[in-house]
RNA sequence: GCCUGAGUGGCGGAAUAGGUAGACGCACAGGACUUAAAAUCCUGCGAGAUUCAACCCUCGUGUCGGUUCAAGUCCGACCUUAGGCACCA
């Protein structure tokens, strides 16, 4: 095996101490900016799993450096969070100290797999002078009304005692320790992402992200278009609002579910009978999650409301109203007109509670609600019309035109809910004064810093551990000068993310986030790759934090990333996904030990398709590794004399084609497929030339970069080869002179034939009658067609004469 | 339940627009080199039938149908599996 050890550590150094990957502000070239998601400097260091993802990137990076781009390729540290907090908890040290550590084993280990990282631009989210500014953006949020408290039921970890949203307690339990949440009500501060509903909807038309990534975010948006109906009651003047993406089937509504939160209960408590009934049902429901209503739900429960009936404004009918846990307060207006015919929920709701089914649809609906499209019947005015859009479309009119509804668009997503009652965030600059109420930290005290603190734990009644600072809680108000109580709650740690890579820009500035004239030349990111589990939240609050940005004026581009990748976990050997529990986790330190960091890198890209998923095998990294070693031998074959090799023209053309398309579409794996069969072509040769070789290496730099760079100093080049010009192939010249093409009989394959590239249909035709097993197979036929498709097949089909 | 992927040799995986299924790699087997081993190099390697052997032939990309001269690829139904979302009205 070469001596990749002495090779890696020389070009490291070099690399530092040249500063080769340092990314200058020179306006007047081309650029690129490539992000990868920045780690979480965890204390068990890097995972493989990092080092696909970074490699990935790291090859696109160098490929557009080749390519004549000014390259950004920065990297930092996602450094707040609960891990580190509940280690300082455990052992009593500060998490400045751990996370300081960690970073500087994460960096040592990132610079041993000699990832192109600009490491001056290296950011941290702890940093003052960083997390000044993710204040700043709050303080601005806040001053545009999108930050705000409000009282409502929460997710509540009883043992990490905080709140948490609805992304971080999915399947009902604690994404951080695990243990089963509980509802409660409690003040929030939350983000109104919802007021960015449809900007995220929109910008995603812009922007070149994977089609299932798209999908997620649209999903997560989750935008309906449909009509709210008001419906009169009996016995109150209230009226009751719903809302409907079936307004169509208005004439088929038997009854009304109401959320059991739903105001219209407690306002209208003396006309309803059977109130403590009603209490009951509620009190059960309080006590479930939301996780439990939605999942764990199959059979429908619920209470029907005796004293208050509903009208249907279409036909005038009374309908009996029910209170089911099936149907959100947060959702909609907290209540549904039930159509059980044609909705499978509504279906087994009447069925349970034996309420009548009236179909306006027509169909079968013995078994089941009917969902599909049909003509219309029972339905007035509708009546046979068999077009849904039409049907909806009429309904909403003669709701608009009788003042009894109108059109409206609802969104599945929540505002984003803030606050952490932890240590080890950005402290939320705000104060309370009892004279002027909520009251912003003035721009500039920021940052305001987190104070030095002994005990790490939470309060006990859910408070965050500032709660026990005096001097931090006690303050004076900006405003008014009396004195008032700071916030003590922390935000979480996707603040910090939602806006790195505007920092990568202008990391030092102390004036502003970034400055404008430098984020008009970087922005947008123009490919940022990172974790499947990120596409959905992370890339949709660092979006919304930029489209804000961008409304006030700060960045210059409305959506952040360009483009967006995913790349597929690396699986432990046994097929499972990689855990200590376990004991299935490849520590990417022996690889780089046993086989350098060369090889390591290019097996994550070779193992399977970049996106997807697949296990590690430890023996598959010998044949990348024989592969490098193939590559580092054939130096013995330059001959410095030879200057032409017309027999390798052709592949070599080829092989540039295909990694040059390879490496955009991420499909390493092939690229390096090829790459192997071109260092296998060259090896059957006896000598072949520098230009051949050179060729080869710059197609391989990108992947494995110090081998490549070592090989072409001995070649005798000064310039370093990730400086030098990625090769470009002669379209003239992918093509071989003679090529193999497939002759079938009635689609089965009978020969194969060599022709020549141009050869015409009848040439081809020709050819492939001469064939021996053809002729055989065409005794007693009858030739009744002839395919051929130049280049590709002949297909001749026939009958028993 | 809904949405989105995926299902191909012993294994990881290839296969622009439908056009020679199994590239490349691993493992395995045989051979060369070696005192020997490792390393390296060469050859073979989906299953089956037949044959001294080769050619040749049959079957084969989760299952069952369909479209087509031709289907891993397109269409329909289903099964398995991964991920995401969720009584979302």
């Not at 739900?297 to 005038?316: C, F, M, Q, R, S």
């Not at 104060?431 to 003035?442: E, K, L, Q, R, S």
């Not at 603190?453 to 006690?474: D, H």
Request: hydrophobic content about 35%.
């Amino acid at each position: 095996m070469y001596n990749f050890r002495k090779i890696e550590n020389k070009w490291q150094e070099r690399w530092e101490k040249e500063e080769t990957f340092k990314a200058k502000d020179d306006f007047s070239k081309p650029k690129f900016y490539g992000l990868v998601e920045f780690p979480y400097p965890s204390g068990a260091g890097m995972h493989v799993g990092h080092i696909k993802a970074y490699s990935g990137l790291d090859v696109i990076a160098r490929l557009r450096r080749m390519q004549g781009y000014n390259v950004l390729f920065p990297i930092g540290f996602d450094a707040f969070g609960l891990p580190t907090e509940n280690y300082a908890i455990k052992t009593k040290t500060h998490p400045r100290i751990v996370t300081d550590k960690n970073i500087e084993n994460f960096t040592k280990q990132m610079k041993k797999v000699g990832f192109a990282f600009d490491y001056s631009r290296t950011i941290d989210t702890t940093q003052e002078s960083y997390y000044k500014w993710t204040q700043w953006i709050f303080l601005k949020m806040f001053e545009h009304n999108l930050a705000f408290r409000d009282k409502t039921l929460v997710n509540y970890c009883p043992s990490c005692k905080v709140v948490l949203s609805n992304e971080d307690s999915q399947g009902g339990k604690c994404d951080i320790c695990h243990n089963e949440i509980i509802q409660k009500e409690k003040d929030v501060w939350y983000l109104r992402i919802t007021d960015y509903s449809e900007k995220l909807l929109e910008g995603l038309k812009d922007v070149d992200y994977l089609p299932n990534i798209k999908l997620q975010q649209e999903n997560w948006i989750g935008k309906s278009n449909g009509a709210f109906v008001w419906f009169d009651l009996t016995n109150t003047s209230d009226k009751l609002k719903i809302y409907t993406t079936r307004p169509d089937t208005l004439f088929g509504v038997t009854f009304m579910v109401i959320a059991p939160e739903h105001p219209l209960i407690e306002k209208n408590k003396d006309k309803i009978l059977n109130m403590d009934e009603i209490n009951v049902y509620r009190e059960v429901t309080r006590k479930k999650t939301e996780f439990e209503r939605i999942e764990l739900n199959k059979e429908k429960t619920g209470v029907k409301i005796d004293g208050i009936l509903a009208i249907n404004p279409v036909n005038g009918k009374e309908i009996p109203i029910y209170v089911s846990d099936y149907v959100m307060l947060g959702y909609g207006t907290g209540a549904i007109m039930a159509v059980p015919a044609h909705d499978s929920r509504d279906y087994e709701m009447a069925r349970k509670f034996n309420i009548d089914i009236i179909p306006v649809i027509d169909g079968d609906i013995s078994y089941e609600a009917y969902t599909e499209d049909g003509k219309m019947i029972n339905s007035g005015f509708l009546n046979g019309i068999d077009n849904k859009k039409e049907a909806i479309e009429k309904m909403i009119a003669y709701l608009e035109e009788n003042k009894i509804g109108k059109r409206a668009v609802q969104y599945k997503m929540k505002d984003w809910a803030f606050n952490r009652q932890r240590y080890w965030g950005e402290p939320i600059p705000i104060i309370y004064c009892d004279n002027c109420g909520m009251v912003a930290v003035p721009y500039d005290e920021l940052p305001l810093k987190l104070p030095e603190i002994k005990n790490y734990e939470p309060g006990t009644n859910g408070e965050s551990p500032l709660a026990k600072i005096p001097e931090f809680v006690n303050c004076v108000c900006p405003k008014c000068g009396k004195n008032a109580k700071r916030e003590t709650d922390t935000m979480p740690q996707w603040a910090g993310s939602s806006w790195y890579f505007l920092r990568y820009i202008d990391p030092f500035n102390d004036k502003e986030l970034a400055d404008y004239d430098k984020l008009k030349y970087w922005l947008p990111v123009d490919w940022y790759n990172g974790g499947m589990e990120h596409v959905t939240r992370h890339v949709i609050y660092s979006r919304f934090w930029h489209h804000f940005l961008y409304d006030i004026g700060v960045v210059p581009t409305k959506e952040p990333y360009a483009k967006r990748t995913a790349q597929g976990l690396i699986l432990g050997p046994d097929g499972d996904k990689m855990s200590k529990s376990k004991g299935n986790v490849i520590d990417p330190n022996d690889i780089v030990d046993s086989y350098g960091a060369d090889t390591l890198r290019a097996y994550v890209l070779f193992m399977g398709e970049y996106s997807k998923e697949s296990p590690w095998n430890d023996d598959a990294i010998k044949g990348v590794s024989r592969f490098l070693d193939k590559v580092y031998n054939l130096k013995d074959k330059v001959n410095d004399k030879l200057e032409y090799s017309k027999n390798l023209e052709i592949i070599i053309n080829k092989t540039i084609k295909k990694v040059s398309e390879d490496y955009e579409a991420m499909k390493f794996n092939t690229a390096i497929s090829a790459l192997m069969q071109l260092t296998s072509s060259y090896a059957e040769c006896d000598e072949i030339t520098k230009a051949d070789y050179l060729v080869l290496l710059q197609l391989l730099c990108p992947i494995a970069p110090h081998i490549t760079e070592e090989l072409n100093e001995l070649l005798g080049n000064k310039q370093m080869l990730v400086d030098s010009k990625f090769p470009v192939y002669d379209a003239s010249k992918v093509l071989d002179e003679e090529i193999e093409i497939a002759v079938q009989i009635n689609g089965k394959l009978r020969d194969t034939i060599k022709v020549k590239k141009d050869a015409t249909k009848e040439e081809v035709l020709a050819l492939a009658y001469e064939s021996d097993n053809i002729k055989r197979h065409l005794e007693n036929k009858k030739v009744v067609k002839e395919i051929v498709v130049l280049g590709r097949i002949v297909n001749i089909v026939a009958k028993d004469a």
